[in-house]
């Protein structure tokens, strides 16, 4: 008879191959199995091939001689590790299946499964297919993370199988949240995950930073955003990213820093907070000072403005838009009634109406902001009976105005073109900003006079003396 030390073999197997390495405290107590000579010897030649393609032939060839072996769930989590190494992720799954028929709660199983379905996730180009395996990897780590300790194994081992299986399990439900566009939960999952990694993996490359940055995406992209929780978390990976890394996400931790704060001020501090804390520490928030709200901007314009019909039009837009009911009504009772000249870009254009876009933010974006009534032309009186000659000239001349005064008015209010318009303010919609104007009169250039050249100078002919 033959005794098989088990953890030792599985340990070197993990070493070996691709997968992470977790402790493995729950092979058979006390660690020793009996074997008939045979039996060990198939064993012990499966487990000492040379290349994982072969190994693995010999391991199923092992479990088929022997379905009964007592090391048969140990057998098939080494036989997950060597078809991960030769690789085939999908006969890998096979044998964190049939693994974990004979023993549900086997924690390495549960662990390798959940990495096999999160490698296969990671190689998907299909949308679909990638959401379908970190479904998968989510379904193993749910199964993990309620594992309870088994009476045999000390509080010990159990702890150091736990601290190196729930990064994993985690990893792939911050993943699958990310996915789901479920922030929460990515949140969540990814601050778990970072509390049971060693600080050290947390600050060079691998699953732990990476999913430092996933966490700030993932505070970013939270409704609302989180802009100051955003700036720390990706502050920390520029910290210790290597290039180009480093240099490419650099714009995204200022970026949310500036998004809170208002300006680039002070991230340096911010930054250096990151670097040293792997959370934020305690009064972090309190110590970074929120940028001005909409409600802070316009009360100190309405304090510091005199005279509320003379505001810039784009500080009485962002009013209009952003104000309460009380501070919209005071810019609007101030110019309501009230005729202006304005300039700006065509949007739409008809015989009785323009769009204009006038506002900074409606011109960058090419949207109108103002909408003008158009006044009617003036009509020409009809010709009397029995009109003079000199009346009928007049009445042409006239029309003949009237006319080229139309042309001209299209012509200068066309789509594209730059206007100047004269209105009246009369009403408005706050979003989408819209404001209406009645008796508009579009402006047209005023026509050039040539300027008098000087009198010609003609140099007197001398005479012949």
Same mark, same amino acid.
């Given at each position: 008879?033959?005794?098989?030390?088990l953890?030792a073999?599985?340990?070197?197997?993990?070493?070996?191959?691709?997968?992470?390495m977790v402790?493995?405290?729950?092979?058979?107590?006390?660690g020793?199995?009996?074997?008939?000579d045979?039996?060990?010897?198939?064993?012990n030649?499966?487990?000492?091939?040379?290349?994982p393609? =072969?190994? %693995?032939?010999a391991?199923? #060839?092992?479990?088929?001689a022997?379905p009964q *072996? @007592? /090391?048969?769930?140990?057998?098939?989590?080494a036989?997950?590790?060597?078809?991960?190494?030769?690789?085939?992720?999908?006969?890998?799954?096979d044998?964190?299946?049939?693994?974990?028929q004979?023993?549900?709660?086997n924690l390495?199983a549960?662990?390798?499964?959940?990495?096999?379905?999160?490698?296969? =996730?990671? %190689?998907?180009?299909?949308? #679909?297919?990638?959401?379908?395996?970190l479904? *998968? @990897? /989510?379904?193993?780590?749910?199964?993990g993370?309620?594992?309870?300790?088994?009476?045999t194994m000390?509080?010990?081992?159990?702890?150091?199988?736990?601290?190196?299986?729930?990064?994993?399990?985690?990893?792939?439900m911050?993943?699958?949240?990310?996915?789901?566009?479920?922030?929460p939960?990515?949140?969540d999952?990814?601050?778990?995950?970072? #509390?049971?990694?060693?600080?050290a993996?947390?600050q060079?490359s691998?699953?732990a930073?990476?999913?430092t940055?996933?966490?700030?995406?993932?505070?970013?992209?939270?409704?609302?955003?989180d802009?100051?929780?955003?700036?720390?978390?990706?502050?920390?990976?520029?910290d210790?990213?290597?290039?180009?890394?480093k240099?490419?996400?650099?714009?995204t931790?200022?970026?949310?820093?500036?998004?809170?704060?208002?300006?680039?001020?002070?991230?340096?501090?911010?930054a250096a907070?990151?670097?040293?804390n792997?959370?934020?520490?305690?009064?972090?928030?309190?110590?970074?000072?929120?940028?001005?709200?909409?409600?802070?901007?316009?009360?100190?314009?309405?304090?510091?403005?005199?005279d509320?019909?003379?505001?810039?039009?784009?500080d009485?837009?962002?009013i209009?838009?952003?104000?309460?009911?009380?501070?919209?009504?005071k810019?609007?009772?101030a110019?309501?009634?009230?005729?202006?000249?304005?300039?700006?870009?065509?949007?739409?254009?008809?015989?009785?109406?323009?769009?204009?876009?006038?506002?900074?933010?409606?011109t960058?974006?090419?949207?109108?902001d103002?909408?003008?009534?158009?006044?009617a032309?003036?009509?020409v009186?009809?010709?009397?009976?029995?009109?003079?000659?000199?009346q009928?000239?007049?009445?042409?001349?006239?029309?003949?105005?009237?006319?080229?005064d139309?042309?001209?008015?299209?012509?200068?209010?066309?789509?594209?073109?730059?206007?100047?318009?004269?209105?009246t303010?009369?009403?408005?919609?706050?979003?989408?900003?819209?404001?209406?104007?009645?008796d508009?009169d579009v402006?047209?250039p005023?026509?050039?006079?040539?300027a008098?050249?000087a009198?010609?100078?003609?140099?007197p002919?001398?005479?012949?003396q």
């Amino acid at each position: 008879m033959k005794k098989v030390v088990l953890a030792a073999l599985l340990t070197c197997v993990a070493l070996s191959l691709g997968l992470p390495m977790v402790s493995f405290a729950q092979a058979a107590a006390p660690g020793q199995v009996q074997m008939s000579d045979a039996e060990y010897q198939a064993y012990n030649g499966a487990m000492t091939q040379t290349t994982p393609q =072969a190994k %693995a032939q010999a391991i199923e #060839a092992y479990l088929t001689a022997y379905p009964q *072996s @007592a /090391v048969k769930v140990d057998t098939l989590v080494a036989l997950i590790l060597t078809y991960d190494a030769v690789p085939d992720l999908a006969k890998a799954v096979d044998a964190a299946n049939r693994a974990l028929q004979l023993d549900p709660v086997n924690l390495r199983a549960l662990t390798y499964a959940t990495a096999l379905e999160k490698q296969i =996730a990671d %190689a998907a180009t299909d949308p #679909a297919a990638k959401q379908t395996a970190l479904d *998968s @990897a /989510v379904t193993y780590a749910q199964k993990g993370l309620a594992v309870s300790k088994p009476a045999t194994m000390a509080d010990a081992d159990f702890k150091a199988l736990q601290n190196a299986a729930y990064p994993i399990f985690y990893n792939a439900m911050g993943a699958d949240a990310i996915g789901k566009k479920d922030m929460p939960g990515a949140i969540d999952a990814y601050k778990k995950e970072l #509390a049971f990694v060693p600080l050290a993996q947390t600050q060079t490359s691998g699953p732990a930073l990476q999913d430092t940055y996933f966490l700030a995406l993932a505070y970013e992209q939270s409704t609302p955003p989180d802009y100051l929780s955003c700036a720390f978390y990706a502050a920390r990976f520029v910290d210790y990213a290597p290039e180009p890394f480093k240099s490419q996400i650099a714009p995204t931790a200022k970026f949310c820093y500036k998004r809170y704060h208002g300006g680039d001020d002070g991230y340096d501090a911010v930054a250096a907070v990151a670097q040293a804390n792997l959370f934020p520490p305690d009064g972090f928030q309190a110590s970074v000072k929120p940028a001005p709200t909409p409600a802070d901007i316009i009360n100190g314009v309405l304090a510091s403005t005199p005279d509320l019909a003379a505001l810039a039009v784009d500080d009485r837009e962002f009013i209009l838009q952003n104000g309460t009911p009380d501070q919209a009504s005071k810019v609007w009772d101030a110019i309501k009634g009230k005729s202006v000249e304005l300039q700006g870009t065509v949007i739409a254009s008809t015989a009785t109406q323009l769009q204009v876009a006038i506002g900074g933010d409606a011109t960058a974006s090419k949207t109108a902001d103002f909408t003008f009534t158009l006044k009617a032309p003036d009509a020409v009186p009809d010709l009397p009976a029995g009109a003079t000659p000199a009346q009928k000239l007049a009445h042409t001349k006239a029309v003949k105005k009237a006319a080229d005064d139309a042309a001209a008015i299209a012509d200068a209010s066309a789509v594209g073109k730059t206007v100047t318009i004269d209105g009246t303010y009369d009403s408005y919609t706050p979003k989408p900003l819209m404001i209406t104007m009645t008796d508009g009169d579009v402006q047209l250039p005023k026509p050039t006079t040539p300027a008098h050249g000087a009198p010609a100078h003609h140099t007197p002919v001398k005479r012949a003396q």
